[in-house]
């Protein structure tokens, strides 16, 4: 299974035009992204609002994860602040994997942000979370929060900016996308033989367990005539069919 580490901001004193700071919009996007991972089966790890960027980077760098997400929001220097709008996706340069992942997401933000030509990628060595990290990093800066358009399209966007993001992982770990659904405990119908769960929501792709009628399984998400599951500690998608 994929892993990254999630990294939402912890900077309490930047505050949004709208209200709020960018420590706390930032958790709540991660809450709405943290679904979208489970359904995706993605496993993460996240920081807390009372680390730093450099315990979030010396936690990141204690696991061993595929991926570093940093989750922020921008603002502009004082003589321009407020006229500035965009979400710019940081990678270090010479991470060829970190560059791959940030274009990912980058198109996925390109499809909600209200003015696609402002959404960037930009390579640095300035930001300690880029730099620093020994997994690839990619840092979202989502859109700036001094500006008061981009603000109010951060915070009524919450889930969409979550979406987009899974969706951009999910094309980075090429795999699936499955929407996530409220979990819930379903029930193994089957007339005779087993239930497949395989890796990926089609018949041809490996299956990674069984599960006899009766068996309870997990469902964290859905794509089309598949149920994302839990079996156990095994993850994998279950066709609808045979769950109830």
Do not use: C
């Not at 204690?62 to 004082?78: C, E, K, R, T, Y």
């Not at 499955?178 to 497949?196: D, E, H, K, Y």
């Not at 964290?220 to 598949?226: F, L, P, R, Y």
């Amino acid at each position: 299974m994929p892993s990254i580490y999630l990294s939402p901001s912890t900077q309490e004193s930047n505050i949004y035009i709208t209200g709020g700071s960018e420590e706390h919009w930032m958790n709540l996007l991660a809450d709405e992204l943290e679904p979208y991972l489970r359904a995706n089966h993605i496993n993460f790890e996240r920081n807390t609002p009372q680390m730093t960027a450099a315990s979030s980077i010396r936690a990141s760098n204690a696991g061993n994860f595929q991926l570093h997400l940093g989750l922020h929001s921008n603002a502009a220097p004082p003589n321009r602040s407020g006229q500035v709008r965009g979400s710019d996706i940081y990678y270090y340069p010479s991470s060829v994997k970190g560059q791959r992942a940030a274009n990912f997401v980058a198109d996925r933000i390109r499809e909600i942000y209200p003015i696609p030509d402002l959404v960037r990628t930009i390579p640095t060595t300035s930001i300690g979370e880029v730099r620093q990290p020994k997994a690839p990093s990619v840092f979202v800066e989502i859109a700036y929060h001094d500006n008061l358009e981009d603000a109010t399209w951060i915070t009524e966007n919450l889930n969409a900016i979550a979406a987009a993001i899974a969706q951009g992982l999910v094309d980075y770990f090429g795999t699936t996308f499955a929407w996530p659904i409220t979990p819930r405990i379903g029930t193994v119908v089957l007339t005779n033989g087993s239930m497949n769960i395989r890796s990926e929501p089609n018949t041809s792709s490996t299956i990674v367990a069984t599960a006899a009628d009766g068996d309870q399984i997990l469902i964290v998400g859905e794509i089309g005539d598949w149920y994302s599951v839990e079996f156990g500690n095994i993850p994998g998608f279950a066709s609808k069919a045979f769950i109830r």
